[in-house]
């Protein structure tokens, strides 16, 4: 199974928001609403931000959203704040039922 | 809350099996999809299998990794294992153990422990 296609590295200022996009086929993204997200600081483990492409685990803060259109998914960070500067993770179920992550994304806080 | 620690061999030969165990405290380990994700330095997050129980086993690996992999698991102790054959340097990393209610999202997850393949 080949990785999901995430961006390397998005930016964004205080405040602003960003999407990260996560790209994979008819096999995984596209076949399934089973995309979630993960936020890793460094050293640290991964933490669940979204699962089911638009949920949210209870404690996790409502400026995080994801969507899906397609072979490619999004997650949205509205009014960016410096605890956010991370990298994020893709994954999603595939049709093979195994799990698939993307290559993950350098979140920089401006 | 449910809590996850590897633990395991920090080195292994290279044409070794790297055997790893994760702990599971606080909670049940039936009926969960229990995960093992593994993370090379400075490189990305990486599935290598999952196992369910609830009476029986299921077990599902990546394909990649099938040829090597292998997840069991011990309900008496709380426990699930990986064994991972014939390593060589590629498969230095940091090791995680998780779990999730499916098998499709990774709640909670083990702090990791770095493996390294060297003789």
């Known amino acids: 199974q080949s990785a999901l296609t995430q961006p390397a590295s998005v930016s964004g200022s205080p405040g602003q928001s960003i999407t990260i996009s996560c790209t994979g086929t008819?096999?995984?993204?596209?076949?399934?609403?089973?995309v979630s997200w993960y936020q890793q600081y460094p050293g640290k483990a991964p933490k669940l931000m979204i699962y089911?492409?638009?949920r949210r685990p209870s404690g996790v803060s409502n400026r995080f959203s994801g969507s899906k259109s397609g072979n490619t998914a999004s997650l949205i960070i509205s009014g960016l704040q410096a605890e956010d500067e991370a990298d994020y993770y893709c994954?999603?179920?595939?049709?093979?039922?195994?799990?698939?992550f993307g290559g993950g994304t350098k979140l920089t806080v401006l | 809350q449910e809590q996850l620690q590897e633990s395991g061999p920090g080195l292994v030969k290279p044409s070794e099996t790297l055997s790893l165990t994760c702990t599971v405290s606080?909670?049940?380990?039936?009926?969960?999809?229990w995960s093992w994700i593994r993370q090379p330095p400075g490189k990305g997050l990486e599935w290598i299998g999952f196992i369910y129980y609830s009476g029986s086993t299921s077990t599902n690996y990546n394909p990649s990794l099938k040829s090597q992999v292998t997840i069991s698991i011990d309900t008496s102790k709380n426990q699930f294992s990986l064994n991972l054959s014939s390593v060589t340097a590629a498969d230095t990393a940091v090791y995680y153990c998780?779990?999730?209610?499916?098998?499709?999202?990774?709640?909670?997850w083990g702090q990791g422990t770095l493996v390294t393949v060297s003789s």
């Open positions: 994954s999603s179920y595939t049709s093979s039922s195994t799990l698939v």
């Open positions: 008819s096999s995984d993204v596209g076949g399934y609403d089973y």
């Open positions: 089911d492409v638009n």
């Open positions: 606080g909670g049940s380990i039936s009926s969960y999809y």
């Open positions: 998780a779990r999730g209610s499916t098998m499709t999202w990774l709640r909670y």
